[in-house]
């Protein structure tokens, strides 16, 4: 089954034989080396000289500890929501007990900065919480202009750029992000099971000195302490090192300026093809992803039609939508190690998927249209 | 090199293969029948008809998450201690507000039932916690009794089984453990980096009415909701799964009975090597570990006389002591896949180079003693 989801993607095959390596100790010097290279590619990815943490979990774990390490009961916390992750990052503040302020967005569009300046200044919010890639809808959103604000306000930026980091651009110390979240499966193609987080100074000094952290095994400071002697605090699971290391070597060879626009111009590309094919898109044009394309399942299909058809008759597995936007979107993931001759099965797939459901679209117009997108970026 | 340290344990070449396979949808069919069949066999290693949650993390986020989703700030907790992971799960409680009432044993021997009752009488605790295997002593405590205690009190009864469950005896439902936390790395001889918690209905009760808890990705009550339908409520390491897959598989095939059996042959020759080879066992005879003994250093020669020498000369990594015990024991994990051909390397081993550091011993002897506890097992 070839995947175009969001996340899972697909394994290069050095990723995937590097995690049939036998084990070794964790707590060994040559185990420390490889740990160490990780923790510097990933510095690069992330544009940070912070240090990132590794933690052994979902990317939900990653969010949990952000916000666990910084919040403490009662804090009042914005949070931009807009989508499903966008939501969970609100909910997980909860769940620790902080007052959650809600900036409402549209599902498929983005904030406005002046709705949330308002939110804030009629708050007295600790920290401020924004899904980068709202993966839900296919958005992304101005991550630097929230940086610029919560500076001015003082207040802790918690950015969940889970499937924007190593795909996107992510400048995460000059747009001010002190806590950036990112897991191992989306566009950094290494396998899922591992969540990271770049913390700031501020925000150390914050973990440091919180007094009511609920936190054990997600308690970012128990990290830190580990990476400055190269170990983790907890067991690791030394297999998805091996095949993160792998991975970001990957990263390494490519580079990541070219890593962006090759996700840009995949997203570019999707974006027209679909409209060649008389599809309408779910995100607005201002704030299309670059590392999933949300487009909706044209009226009078179904959502089987479309994912159902493309998994049964070309072994191609697209996402759905999530939440209310269940069998009204499908949702295209052309993050990780996608490449044109990737993107292009697809489109053509859809092509004939589409047509036999009775969608009106001239066969081969979306790829040529994808072509062109390719042919101009040289 | 070698591993014989208290996990991760070395991998069957399966095992270590089946997570080279590509990755698959984790929200598919297919994905769907290996988790079903994992939590099958777990079950069977549980010896529990109740729920057991699959977590992406170390086995320290699968303590966490039994302790978050259970107490609430300001409960009070009976924490028997008597080592690094029975601390670490006092830890745990009182970072989620708890108020902790500890129970000290020394390190190396076992608990006394009735300070354990004494404990209990003048509190108003609503659980007890017990790491069953001490790792970091090579003690296992008598869980079934504590469980018979808990019960006789009303309170919850929560076992770190991290490095028991699956090597040695663990009767979740009949001793009455209300939450039994495993790992992957050890017994179960899976890839590090899931930990997993079989929960009783009386503890499902009180997870769905903890008004205030502490957790999101580590709330036991959406692993729940996903159990009933075959899945995840986060993405979970496909990859680990396939290995976990593999591993339990071997399992079944050898018969728990079996397995169970060997460990604790394995143990007793290793006890019986150590005293043929002039050493002192660190644990009392009456509480030793079957998944892991902790030998004392004899006076004289160093950490490095014996574990830096097992692992320059022979390739062999066993682990050092922890906390207070650092550079006084050795430990050697004789769990999961280790059989009589391992264990004796790593014998032999050790007499050349305690030999060499100039304790007194005979050659051949420790290794002689552990085949007689062999041969007598038929």
Partial sequence: MKLLIPGPVELDSEVLLAMAKPLMGHRTPDFEEILVECCRILKEVYQTRN????????GTS?????????????????????GKFGERMGEIAQAFGARVKR??????DTFSLEEVENAIAESDAVAITLTHNETSTGVVHDAKALGKL???????FIVDGIT????????????????????????LAAPPGLGFVAVSERA?????NNPRKRAYYLDLAKYRKSLAKNTTPFTPSVT???GLYAALKKIEGETLEARIKRHRTLAKATREAAKAMNLELFAAQRCASNTVTAIKIPSGLTDDDVRGALKREHGILVAGGQAQLKGKIFRLGHMGNVRFADLVQVLAALELVLKKAGHELKLGEGVAAAEEVFASQG
Same sequence: chains 1, 2.
């Fill in 51 to 58: 240090d990132v943490a590794i933690i052994t979990g979902s």
């Fill in 62 to 82: 990653a969010m949990e500890a952000a916000v666990a390490s910084v919040i403490k009961e009662g804090d009042e916390v914005i949070s931009i929501t807009g």
């Fill in 103 to 108: 900036v409402d967005v549209e599902w498929g």
């Fill in 150 to 156: 919560a500076k001015e306000y003082d207040l802790l």
């Fill in 164 to 187: 924007s980091v190593g795909g996107d651009e992510v400048k995460t110390d000059e747009w001010g992000i002190d806590l950036c979240i990112t897991g191992s499966q989306k566009c």
């Fill in 204 to 208: 150390w000094e914050v973990i440091e």
């Fill in 240 to 242: 998805l090192i091996y």
